[in-house]
């Protein structure tokens, strides 16, 4: 990976209403972070406006609130998004609104989308299992997700429209490599559909990347990275035959945390860097990593530079990424990416022969793998098992007074005004045109992207592009097992 | 324990917040020690979480929430639990809640808040002693 150039230092970040947080992303990018990743709010990601009933107390809380394009442009104002690497955000079950919020923000500028870079995440699939912000159920929200990555294969072949995640699903507890074929077989369902409508593999697989995780052993993370890339590679030339090196090659998106603790946040500042350490060795693309005090609450800007600069460091310093795969050829290690590749293999068998992606979330295989492991997971930690410093061993109290980041408490005000603002200034019959494009698209199953862009370009907002989905589509039914 | 007194605890998510893995080993390690639980899934509006304590006639109502939203709606759950009759039923709370809100949360009728670090044995021992029938 690191032949040309270190992994891409990147920020996830967002709170409060757009134009406070522009103020962070303009820091960030002038402390050296060379990718910014939009967190939103939690109703942006539901599909709900800051007027919603269900936002209350929600708006501007885990990132910050987009509503409309307005919210996109007060954003990013000031910001030359062409010298930033990739922009992007998760946007997990709205691919198409978010996939065109960032197209229409090039467009309002008259910037072409072949001089900047998107990435999202886009990948609902794993939201039904771990991380909860799904909207509709995961059929048709599989499709609006593929919907990205075809729009792209037509106007934007060097954005990242879809990245697949272990992340949420071993942070849950299904360990790092059930969670890996989970992730692998929601791709795979991914490029199946993409197939069936046409794409070829070495059309569809490059703009796939993914996330995987391994927070708790460090030679694990580095034999997992190390696996995973394997198994891609196999798979997209065996299963689906790829010929094409790009579409075998796998980037991958990494979040560097470790096992952070409430007691003595400060520590967490080395448990991080060891944990972004071995994923640099094994040789991730683009590096996020977490701030000392988020078991506490939204980073503070002074934890966010200590994480940036600790990302720097591990670029820059002390020679972690002069060489490819440095730790190749180390005994322990090819022994532990064999095991792991043979983890991920068998659970991949077991996924398969279950049904494949939509059977663990249906079957409730994956609720199952997560809650199994969860539960080992915290009597490991519970016991002293698993060791943890000023937790279970050298136990000390968490009783220091934190200095929470808080959001400004006029933040959802601002927003709703805003909100309000865009919406008696557009012109109505515009949006009920766009709305009624939107509604066709979901009838004749064509790409949702250009009817979506056509409506956020006329001011329709994130909730009522949703809402329509919603009416078409139906509600996702919550689980209530554990 | 005799088995008509088990604890019954509603293990609640409220608001958008989509992270439940707490939620669900807090359930499971309060039915190892011999209570009775009831998971709402995600996404619940307080009124939600109000009606399925009251169908459910629980002892205590126990709140995850890591979105940041706990000061509008954990004080909102306990109002609508008071106006609806409920003082008598209990609500505790954990998840990412900063330390200078647990005090404020008290006031508002939380009586307990359980942050990072916590063990499985201590919110069941406090249940336990809480809402346990005296021996």
């Known amino acids: 990976m690191y032949r040309t150039e270190p992994f891409v230092v990147s920020a996830y970040s967002g709170f409060g209403e757009a134009q406070a947080c522009n103020q962070r992303f303009r820091t960030l990018l002038d402390w050296g972070a060379e990718q910014i990743l939009v967190a939103l709010d939690l109703p942006t990601q539901c599909g709900y406006d800051s007027d919603h009933e269900m936002s209350t107390g929600e708006v501007g809380q885990v990132g910050v609130a987009i509503d409309t394009l307005a919210d996109m442009e007060a954003l990013f104002d000031g910001i030359d998004i062409r010298q930033v690497k990739r922009i992007g955000t998760l946007g997990n079950s709205l691919g198409p609104v978010v996939l065109a919020l960032f197209a229409a923000l090039g467009q309002r500028r008259g910037i072409k989308w072949s001089d900047y870079t998107v990435n999202l995440q886009n990948d609902p699939l794993k939201e039904y299992i771990a991380r909860g912000t799904q909207i509709l159920p995961h059929g048709p929200a599989a499709r609006l997700a593929t919907d990205c990555v075809a729009w792209c294969t037509e106007h934007a072949r060097h954005w990242s429209p879809m990245t697949v995640c272990v992340n949420h699903i071993n942070a849950g507890g299904a360990g790092s490599s059930r969670a890996t074929a989970i992730a692998l077989a929601n791709a795979l369902h991914y490029i199946e559909l993409l197939l069936a409508q046409g794409y070829g593999i070495d059309q569809v697989a490059p703009l796939l990347h993914m996330f995987p995780d391994e927070r708790h052993d460090f030679f694990t993370t580095v034999a997992n990275l190390r696996a995973l890339r394997r198994v891609w590679a196999r798979l997209m030339k065996e299963r689906y035959g790829a010929t094409s090196s790009e579409a075998m090659a796998l980037r991958t998106t990494v979040y560097g945390h470790g096992q952070e603790a409430l007691q003595e946040p400060l520590n967490n500042v080395s448990r991080i860097a060891f944990g972004t350490l071995a994923y640099a060795l094994g040789g991730a693309s683009y590096v996020y990593i977490a701030s000392y005090d988020e078991a506490v609450s939204t980073p503070t800007e002074e934890s966010v530079k200590v994480a940036l600069r600790t990302q720097q460091i591990i670029a820059h310093e002390h020679g972690f990424s002069d060489t490819i795969d440095p730790l190749g050829g180390s005994y322990f290690v090819e022994y532990l990416t064999n095991e792991v590749e043979h983890q991920i293999l068998a659970a991949l068998a077991e996924i398969d022969q279950a049904g494949g992606a939509p059977a663990v979330i249906d079957s409730g295989l994956g609720r199952r793998w997560m809650s199994e492991g969860a539960v080992r997971r915290q009597r490991a930690l519970d016991s002293g098992a698993r060791p943890w410093v000023t937790v279970n061993k050298w136990p000390q109290k968490g009783e220091r007074p934190d200095t929470a980041f808080r959001i400004h408490r006029e933040s959802a005000e601002i927003q709703q005004r805003r909100l309000a603002q865009v919406k008696a200034q557009r012109d109505p019959q515009r949006v009920a045109q766009a709305l009624a494009a939107v509604d066709a698209a979901c009838a004749s199953g064509a790409n949702m992207v250009p009817p979506v862009l056509a409506a956020v370009e006329a001011w329709v907002t994130v909730g009522e592009i949703c809402d329509r989905w919603r009416r078409h589509f139906g509600e996702f039914t919550p689980s209530t097992d554990f | ?135």
């Open chain 2, 1 to 135: 324990m005799d088995s008509d007194k088990r604890i019954r605890v509603l293990i609640a998510k409220v608001g958008l917040d989509g992270h439940d893995v707490g939620a669900r080993v807090i359930a499971r390690g309060l039915i190892d020690a011999g209570m009775e639980v009831i998971y709402t899934g995600l996404r619940r509006t307080p009124e939600q979480v109000v009606r399925a304590a009251l169908e459910e006639d629980v002892d205590v109502i126990g709140v995850s929430i890591l979105s940041g939203a706990h000061m509008t709606l954990l004080p909102k759950l306990r109002r609508l639990l008071d106006e609806a009759g409920a003082q008598d039923i209990g609500l505790i709370a954990g998840g990412v809640i900063p330390q200078d809100d647990i005090e404020p949360l008290r006031r508002a009728g939380v009586t307990q808040v359980f942050r990072s670090g916590t063990t499985v044995q201590d919110i069941v021992e406090h249940v336990s002693q809480q809402y346990g029938s005296p021996a």
